[in-house]
């Protein structure tokens, strides 16, 4: 007997080929008619932006760097007037307070929170984004034994909170709902007493923290 063999078809490997593409093609189209887009780079709408965040502080050097990163296309300006929006700062908060005391009347643990509240306005002050308002709180032990290690530490944890307040930020202003109210801004309602556009200072002393530095923490706090 003699075995037979059958060789592939000419047309089996690149009818393989072709039905793959065609499923990575679909697949393309389906995630494009989703709204998916690369992660990290979403474009904005709007191609200048004023900021009275200085550059000079290092949560307005962050923002403006996730921005760009975002919106490649994006750029800052140096004047209100040459801007087709702006990102106004109309307050920011740090603090941080005792949480919790042991029978010694010593802090075991701080809570840290941040508040920040800004608003985005076109050039004719229509209001884009309301006055909005993100916050962030975490904790964190303390030990008034190692109290160098400790302000080091809750200044590092600043920090972070500080990014994940710059990374919302970005989630907002790449979202629809901002493209949408770029595209029908004169629908909007404008801001009638518009925010100063100064440049806000980089450091404002408060009694216990400066805002986006670090928290001044003496020996013993927390002791009563």
Not at 207 to 217: A, E, K
Request: with cysteine.
């Amino acid at each position: 007997m003699h075995s037979t063999t059958h060789p592939l078809s000419p047309l089996s490997l690149p009818s393989q080929r072709y039905w793959r593409g065609l499923a990575c093609v679909a697949l393309c189209v389906l995630l494009t008619a989703c709204g998916f887009r690369i992660k990290g780079v979403s474009p904005l709408p709007f191609t200048t932006v004023y900021t009275n965040i200085t550059e000079n502080s290092a949560f307005g050097a962050s923002m403006r760097r996730a921005v760009i990163a975002s919106s490649p296309h994006t750029r800052f300006v140096d004047e209100p007037a040459d801007a087709q929006v702006k990102l106004l700062q109309l307050s920011n908060h740090q603090s941080l307070h005792e949480l919790s005391i042991n029978a010694q009347g010593q802090v075991e643990e701080y809570e840290l929170n941040l508040e920040f509240i800004f608003q985005l306005t076109d050039a004719r002050n229509h209001l884009l984004l309301p006055p909005t308002t993100i916050r962030s709180t975490r904790e964190v032990p303390y030990d008034p034994n190692i109290v160098q290690a400790k302000q080091g530490e809750i200044t590092t944890v600043f920090m972070e909170m500080q990014q994940s307040l710059v990374d919302r930020i970005v989630r907002l202003l790449t979202s629809p709902d901002v493209t949408q109210a770029f595209a029908n801004a004169e629908s909007l309602p404008v801001d009638e007493t518009p925010a100063s556009t100064a440049p806000v200072p980089s450091s404002q002393p408060s009694p216990s923290v400066t805002p986006w530095g670090s928290p001044r923490i003496e020996s013993g706090a927390g002791m009563r």
